[in-house]
T-cell receptor, first 114, second 111 residues
């Protein structure tokens, strides 16, 4: 079946511009995560959605970062006033039920802020 | 979640078994052992997980010691496409546990 998809695959933007990154989770998965990964580094947790519960935003690095999940499916991660340090690969993962279930990752969006 | 220790890198000849070790001496009773891998420029990929019994699927086998303080991921017949960074994670299956990937083991499969 279809896996997690993300778009765009690559995004180049200028410092100060806003960007939106999209994630389509596996159909029926109720849990959705956003992570980012800088070059050669491990995963950095950003935000977690579970069903209709309030999201866990504890990993968002600043108030320039926000995310929404509409209808319990598609999620959008928005970065306002981008900075060069925001350059990274942004990864989305979904899992069938609880957050503790196995997570299935998308291919990521490579964001480059010039 | 308990910490894990893995060798930073390993080589394996194509067609041979790749055995990737992981130490998790502080694992608690309700923590599972998970393995993921990340091929260059791709998102992480789930491989296998287990609690205390050995597990096998179409990708790999997972051998967990009786005291659960260490485990080994086995790729029975490594191919060039198995070249990746392999991450061993121990975690519970409740709550919002986001994944924490350490430095992992960089496996290079050599032709």
């Amino acid at each position: 079946g279809a896996g997690v998809s993300q778009s765009p695959s690559n995004k180049v933007t200028e410092k100060g511009k806003d960007v939106e990154l999209r994630c389509d989770p596996i159909s029926g998965h109720t849990a959705l995560y956003w992570y980012r990964q800088s070059l050669g580094q491990g995963l950095e947790f950003l935000i977690y959605f579970q069903g209709n519960s309030a999201p866990d935003k504890s990993g968002l690095p600043s108030d320039r970062f926000s995310a929404e999940r509409t209808g319990g499916s598609v999620s959008t991660l928005t970065i306002q006033r981008t900075q060069q340090e925001d350059s990274a690969v942004y990864l989305c993962a979904s899992s069938p039920d609880r957050g503790g279930d196995t997570q299935y990752f998308g291919p990521g969006t490579r964001l480059t802020v010039l | 979640d308990a910490k894990t220790t893995q060798p930073p890198s390993m080589d394996c000849a194509e067609g041979r078994a790749a055995n990737l070790p992981c130490n998790h001496s502080t694992i608690s009773g309700n923590e599972y052992v998970y393995w993921y891998r990340q091929i260059h420029s791709q998102g992480p990929q789930y491989i296998i997980h287990g609690l205390k019994n050995n597990e096998t699927n179409e990708m790999a086998s997972l051998i967990i010691t009786e005291d659960r303080k260490s485990s080994t991921l086995i790729l029975p017949h490594a191919t060039l496409r198995d070249t990746a960074v392999y991450y061993c994670i121990v975690r519970t299956q409740t709550g919002a546990n986001n994944l924490f990937f350490g430095t992992g083991t960089r496996l290079t499969v050599i032709p």
